[in-house]
């Protein structure tokens, strides 16, 4: 759509916050409730890194990763009530969420030249969606859209934030040295992806902060609809 054609600009709700918070689901869910598209930033990154990895490219390297970033074409569907991933054609969403993407996913997106691409991508899913998007991340309100209409950060303390993982993955009957394991990867990504050099996680100027340790899923999706609705319910009012 020609940015002429629209009464105003896009509405954007960025949402970012660490590994865990549940920033994915309940993102997806604001988006479905508000008849908004809705960007997974991280499974983009997470693309990437299963690109590299199923290319063996070294991505330890950073040099070696800049130079082959340009090469997967990476498409994100945005539909909130099916949301997909593709590289080169392939649906990777499997994939993408398997443990040797998770383990090497932090140092591919410290690159520039990965941020640089995929923030191009991003940019792109928000012009093209119909009525505004809800992009979560770790810097969506921080580099990529800096002027969007609402800013949220999401948090919760790192001992919520493991409990809600292991519940998760002991449902789906993982035995408990894996679950620890994936407690000691969560720390090791936080660490990782605030304390680097290119966008890392902060709580953007302008984003209001919802600790969702002591709160339930829908408490969280409904203080989240809510927010947006104060700042940008007059835009998206059906
Ligand atoms: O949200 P997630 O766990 O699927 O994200 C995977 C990784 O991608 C995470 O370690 C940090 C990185 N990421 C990022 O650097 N910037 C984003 N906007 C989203 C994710």
């Given at each position: 759509m020609d940015t002429a054609d629209r009464a105003h600009a896009p509405v954007v709700v960025a949402i970012d916050g660490p590994s865990g918070s549940g920033k994915s689901t309940v993102s997806r869910a604001v988006a479905a409730r508000l008849?908004?598209?809705?960007?997974d930033t991280g499974a983009m990154y997470r693309a990437m890194t299963w690109w590299m990895l199923a290319n063996e490219v070294d991505v330890t390297d950073p040099e070696a990763v800049a130079i082959a970033c340009g090469k997967p074409v990476i498409v994100s569907g945005t539909d909130a009530?099916?949301?997909?991933?593709?590289?080169d054609g392939q649906d990777v969403s499997g994939?993408?969420?398997g443990p040797e993407v998770t383990a090497q996913v932090?140092?591919?997106s410290a690159v520039p030249q990965v941020?640089?691409?995929l923030v191009e991508l991003q940019r792109g899913c928000a012009e093209l969606a119909p009525r505004?998007?809800?992009a979560e991340g770790r810097d969506m309100g921080s580099v990529v859209f800096p002027e969007a209409t609402a800013k949220i950060f999401l948090t919760a303390s790192g001992t919520a934030r493991s409990e809600r993982?292991?519940?998760e993955l002991r449902a789906k009957g993982v035995d408990e040295q894996t679950i620890a394991e994936m407690a000691a990867d969560l720390d090791r990504r936080d660490a990782a992806d605030s304390?680097?050099?290119t966008a890392p996680l902060v709580q953007a100027p302008g984003a209001v902060l919802v600790d969702t340790s002591e709160l339930t899923l829908q408490q969280v999706i409904d203080t989240v609809s809510d927010l947006v609705a104060q700042r940008a319910g007059h835009l998206i009012a059906a």
């Open positions: 008849g908004l598209s809705f960007l009530d099916g949301p997909t991933i593709t590289v994939p993408i969420r932090s140092a591919v941020r640089a691409r505004g998007i809800v993982r292991a519940a304390s680097r050099a």
